[in-house]
């Protein structure tokens, strides 16, 4: 049963909740559905959901968000139900979406085929259009990527195209299910996720919002100029719904930040503002946070993560890194930078209690803790063969 579907072969959006409701009655049958969206945020802060795409084994839905009318709540009771696992391939954006259409809602239980994909050796960040070529061994069509999908009616060949995204995903999922367990790597991917099911990935706190840029400075005055700033405009962008850079770009911030206007006239001074502004709504607001954060620089200046100092002689132990990490690499038959990165290596080679992901979980199982006893002289890499590998010393 492909819900959607007309009798001239045409493709219908479910246009109406009553509709949603009774598709999503027969798609909650299945113990697994794939869920794609399709959105448009280029002119806006929020993006702007414009088509929603699920599939299972006895049903596949074109949702239209954009009907008069509609309510998505069926469809989004189904992404909560806790016996049916989401499949999605990079689903870091769908999630952010649903996070706020759904009242904070986060799919669960999860499964994210880009992450299975590194997880099984199929490449550290595989496009979806590639893992349908190596595992179903077909080709999508490429010609509707670029559709803006806020316009109606869309073509067959479009609603084919954002089909395809799900109906192919519903027939890899079984598929890297069982390389996962195969593998033994279920706990990898479960570990990976933990970052997309935790909520203040997309929360987004204009309080935080400084975090966004790179501080220039370290003076209180500075930071907390800065900080103030960026709080002003998250909260312009959010309110407004325009993006970041319409409000004000980095640059204007950074100026903002430097020179601390606490009045009309020192913000028109500005070369970041144009003409006129100083006198608007948001250049009063801006103001008045200004103001705020001038008087007491100390209390809002945000606390910098203090940046620890690497050794200058750390340079071979993380050479050695490297070649341990190829080695591990080819042997797990995944990318190296899934396991650890660059910067990794390099606060591991500075201390045996360096606070990165390569020393916790899966990566130090399969990685850290040989790498710790390759610095402490207990692991050795020899060439054996023409292979390097790495060989426990005796005491």
Not at 241 to 250: A, G, H, L, T
Not at 283 to 300: C, G, Q, S, T
Not at 343 to 357: F, G, M, N, R, T
Request: hydrophobic share 45%.
């Amino acid at each position: 049963m492909a819900l959607g579907a007309l009798s001239d072969g045409l493709m219908e959006l479910i246009q109406t909740t009553d509709a949603l409701a009774n598709a999503c009655k027969v798609l909650g049958r299945d113990p697994y559905i794939a869920v794609d969206t399709e959105f448009m945020r280029e002119s806006t802060f929020w993006p702007q959901l414009c088509l929603i795409q699920a599939a299972g084994s006895t049903a596949e839905l074109l949702i239209d968000p954009l009907a008069d009318g509609i309510n998505l709540a069926p469809f989004l009771e189904l992404l909560r139900r806790k016996d049916t696992v989401k499949v999605f391939h990079a689903c870091r954006q769908d999630l952010e979406i649903f996070f706020h259409k759904g009242g904070e809602l986060i799919p669960e239980p999860l499964f994210d085929s880009q992450i299975a994909a590194a997880a099984v050796g199929l490449g550290d960040s595989i496009s979806y259009d590639n893992l349908v070529r190596e595992l179903l061994g077909e080709q999508i069509d490429k010609g509707s990527r670029f559709t803006d999908w806020s316009r109606r009616p869309l073509s067959d060949k479009q609603a084919e195209y954002a089909l395809a995204d799900v109906t192919h995903l519903h027939k890899i999922y079984p598929i890297l299910r069982e390389k996962l367990e195969q593998s033994g790597r279920e706990d990898w991917l479960k570990e990976e996720l933990r970052l997309l099911t935790n909520p203040e990935t997309y929360r987004m706190d204009p309080e935080n919002a400084w975090k966004r840029l790179k501080p220039r400075k370290t003076t209180a005055k500075w930071l907390a100029a800065m900080k103030a700033a960026a709080r002003w405009r998250e909260i312009e962008a959010q309110t407004r719904d325009i993006p970041r850079s319409r409000v004000m770009k980095d640059d204007g911030l950074y100026e903002l930040a430097q020179s601390a206007p606490m009045s009309q006239e020192q913000l028109a001074a500005l070369r970041a503002v144009p003409k006129g502004f100083e006198r608007s709504k948001p250049a009063e607001r801006l103001i008045e946070m200004m103001r705020e954060a001038m008087a007491a620089p100390e209390k809002h200046a945000p606390k910098l993560a203090r940046q620890n100092q690497l050794p200058n002689n750390i340079g071979p132990v993380v050479e050695l890194l490297k070649v341990f990490l190829r080695v591990v690499a080819e042997e797990e038959g995944v990318a190296p930078r899934l396991i650890a990165t660059v910067p990794d290596l390099e606060q591991i080679a500075a201390s045996d209690k360096a606070d990165v992901p390569a020393l916790s979980g899966w990566r130090y199982k399969v990685f850290g803790e040989a790498a710790l006893k390759l610095k402490r002289g207990e692991l050795a890499l020899i060439l054996e063969n023409g292979k390097v590998v790495a060989i426990e010393l005796e005491d």
